[in-house]
């Protein structure tokens, strides 16, 4: 009988563990994407600023509209990992 819910809790407790190491992962990769994106933007409104200022100046609004979304998403994936954290300590501890 021990063996038995032995081998029905285990599997529970490698998905949770997988489940986060999969939200850290998924977390620092969409800050990477997001921060390359942001350099380049950065990048070619420097770039357009000498030749085309009217081209440079939207960019740049976009690059700052950008850098919102990257903040608010930034937020909402911390909150979803702390929320899973906090799920995943309650039940196994």
Avoid: D, G, K
Avoid at 23 to 48: H, K, P, Y
Avoid at 51 to 63: C, D, N
Wanted: glycine residues 0%; charged residues 10%.
């Amino acid at each position: 009988m021990r063996v038995w819910y032995i081998n029905c809790v285990f599997p529970a407790v490698i998905n949770s563990r997988l489940s986060l190491q999969l939200e850290e992962i998924n977390v620092l990769q969409n800050i990477s994407e997001n921060i390359f994106m942001i350099q380049l933007i950065s990048t070619a409104t420097t770039a357009l600023f000498s030749t085309i200022p009217a081209v440079s100046l939207l960019t740049l609004l976009v690059l700052f509209l950008l850098t919102i979304l990257e903040v608010a998403i930034v937020i909402i994936q911390t909150y979803v990992f702390v929320l899973l954290l906090s799920l995943y300590l309650q039940e196994n501890i």
